[in-house]
């Protein structure tokens, strides 16, 4: 039997357990994310997103339920989670106000360094994942962290963690922020990195259009619980559901829907808008 | 064991609305109270004294309704320093001239000689610190931030004709209170995404120029992140017409109950039997 890559089950989670401030964060969470899959996790502030994300590579410790990171327990004390870090690179939200290292390049190294690895390995691997994410090594690796602009910063954040050389790539929010042209970077970059590794991507976010550019299907998560499950073809289709639970369908979507209330005939479930463009083009050749 | 839940053993600087007597206080009756019990407990030098004092301090917590539990997690967390006071009590007592007095040594390990004498002080200076700690943290349990700002600036508002900023200082109270919490969550997070890249806070090593270089990176994108929220905030501020505190008048007027008064009185009369309990 082929394990998926990870399996999260029945997962709760409580911040500050046990205190007068303690908060439900998840309330039983099953989630299966196989190999080569761009899994989206769609959900309100809030809903558990982060806190999901952080139990993958065992950042929080699972208090009820099982992860499994290809077909390892994460509350097993025997599982070395400091591979399992490896294994799961973790992006967190706004990362570029992490950046510490005085120079572009010794910040992409700190993952690898604290791998062990040689200097040479090190080398290689700073240049693999700066030029992964569109930054010239050589331009780059020597320029101060604090005068690269936003977008750069965002993106040696990223390569920080593609330099682990991850199978499974969790982001938070990777694209808040962002201006519309960094944005689209950022998701190329994201979409060639899975072609070029075949590794998984989660990504967790809001902006309903990164999710329906790149996800293979999507969780939406509200208050700690999954409550939708399927494709971004499924779950934008819909609509009235997702506005319920206080969530937006991609502008394509929308704009397409409002042409069929208006009783032209072009397909409800556009998710983007070159396939919105090819529908109202449909509509004028007819 | 990585543990992030920074903020779980911070409960200085926490405020619990459980809506209690204690909450309803006058601030400055809040802050006037406190200054008068931390003075006794100092001041008090039997055993009887600090062990009333520690005692008030966790009935005060009852009748706040704070849960114990969380309350005494704070003192939990100051272990190394109470170890550190013991310590150094012991190392710095002058064993001699209590011996000579009639003090009886009980035990000995290394130079740390324990005497009836040392004892007892360890006992008095342990617990005295307890009760203060508790203190501190019952008025932050009670008390929000503008409260706790608004009681400070009335009661020092009348040395302002001597050229004391009362306002500036009220405020400079509050942002650094406030800020408390924000940098232990930013700090959390950015322990977790160095934790995320391979970096091993969980070992407990103690390899003190390790431990001192891991901070390093802690450290940098901290105060990069606190001098931003700062300038933040200062526009924030300046966007609203913040021009100090001249001339500046208040939303809530405060006005002292009966309740204030009751409470004003029966801790003045406990400290004063505080201060008895040493001429017994």
Same mark, same amino acid.
């Given at each position: 039997m082929i ?6 089950k029945?997962?709760h ?23 080569g ?24 410790r ?6 499994w ?8 004390? #025997?599982?070395?989670? $400091?591979?399992?870090?490896?294994? *799961? /690179? =973790? ?5 570029? &106000?992490? +950046?510490?290292?005085?120079y ?9 360094r604290?791998?062990?690895?040689d200097?040479?390995?090190v #080398?290689?691997?700073? $240049?693999r994942?700066?030029?992964? *994410? /569109? =930054?010239d090594?050589?331009?780059?690796? &020597?320029? +101060?962290?604090?005068?690269?602009s ?56 809001h902006?309903m259009?990164?999710?329906a ?12 619980r999954i ?6 073809r ?40 070159e396939?919105?463009?090819?529908g ?7 | ?11 200085i600087g ?25 003075a ?29 539990r ?18 150094l ?22 130079p ?24 501190v943290s ?6 929000t ?19 004391l ?74 966007a609203r ?17 009966r309740?204030d ?20």
């Amino acid at each position: 039997m082929i394990v998926p890559l990870i399996q999260v089950k029945d997962l709760h989670h409580t911040y500050l357990r046990g205190t007068p401030m303690e908060t439900v964060s998840l309330r039983g969470v099953d989630l299966v994310i196989e190999r080569g899959e761009i899994v989206g996790l769609i959900g309100p502030t809030g809903s558990g997103k982060s806190t999901l994300l952080q139990h993958l590579n065992g950042l929080l410790r699972r208090q009820q339920g099982e992860v499994w990171v290809e077909g390892q327990s994460l509350g097993d004390p #025997r599982t070395d989670l $400091r591979r399992v870090r490896q294994r *799961v /690179g =973790l992006l967190f939200q706004n990362p570029e &106000d992490q +950046l510490f290292e005085r120079y572009a390049g010794d910040d992409v190294a700190f993952g690898p360094r604290n791998l062990g690895l040689d200097r040479n390995e090190v #080398r290689d691997r700073v $240049r693999r994942a700066m030029e992964a *994410v /569109g =930054l010239d090594s050589i331009a780059f690796k &020597d320029r +101060l962290t604090v005068t690269l602009s936003h977008g750069e910063r965002r993106r040696l954040a990223l390569a920080g963690v593609l330099a682990l050389e991850p199978d499974v790539l969790a982001l938070d929010e990777p694209t808040a922020g962002l201006d519309p042209q960094g944005r689209e970077e950022l998701l190329d970059y994201l979409m060639r990195w899975r072609t070029e590794r075949g590794g998984a991507i989660v990504l967790a976010s809001h902006t309903m259009e990164d999710l329906a550019r790149l996800a293979d299907r999507a969780y939406v998560l509200v208050a700690g619980r999954i409550v939708l499950e399927g494709t971004p073809r499924q779950l934008f289709s819909q609509g009235e559901e997702l506005a319920r639970l206080g969530l937006g369908v991609p502008v394509a979507t929308a704009v397409m829907w409002e042409l069929r209330e208006r009783g032209l005939p072009v397909r409800a479930d556009c998710l983007t808008l070159e396939e919105a463009t090819a529908g109202i083009r449909a509509l004028f050749h007819a | 064991m990585p543990e992030f839940e920074l903020l779980r053993n911070i409960t200085i600087g926490q405020y619990l609305p459980t809506g209690s007597v204690v909450h309803q206080l006058d601030p400055r009756v809040k802050l006037i109270v406190g200054a008068v019990l931390m003075a006794a407990v100092m001041a008090t030098s039997s055993l009887t004294g600090v062990a009333l004092a520690f005692i008030a301090m966790l009935a005060a917590l009852c009748l706040a309704r704070i849960p114990l539990r969380h309350a005494l997690r704070g003192l939990r967390s100051a272990w190394a320093f109470f170890l550190m006071v013991a310590v150094l009590q012991l190392l710095l007592f002058p064993h001699h001239r209590a011996v000579a007095q009639g003090s009886a040594a009980l035990c000995q390990w290394g130079p740390l000689l324990v005497s009836t004498a040392s004892l007892r002080l360890l006992i008095l200076l342990l617990t005295r610190l307890a009760s203060l700690i508790l203190l501190v943290s019952l008025l932050t349990f009670c008390t929000t931030i503008t409260e706790l700002a608004h009681g400070t600036e009335h009661l020092l508002s009348p040395l302002q004709r001597v050229g004391l900023p009362a306002h500036e200082l009220a405020l400079v109270l509050t942002l650094a209170l406030r800020f408390l919490p924000l940098l232990a969550r930013e700090m959390e997070r950015i322990m977790k995404a160095q934790a995320a890249r391979g970096a091993d806070f969980g070992a407990h090593s103690w390899n003190f120029l390790q431990r001192t270089r891991r901070m390093f990176p802690l450290l940098i994108p901290l105060f990069l992140i606190s001098l931003r929220r700062a300038e933040e905030l200062i526009e924030a501020m300046e966007a609203r017409c913040y021009m100090g505190g001249r001339g500046r008048t208040h939303l809530i007027q405060l006005r002292a109950q009966r309740a204030d008064f009751v409470a004003l009185g029966s801790v003045v009369i406990f400290a004063a039997f505080l201060l008895a309990t040493n001429f017994w």
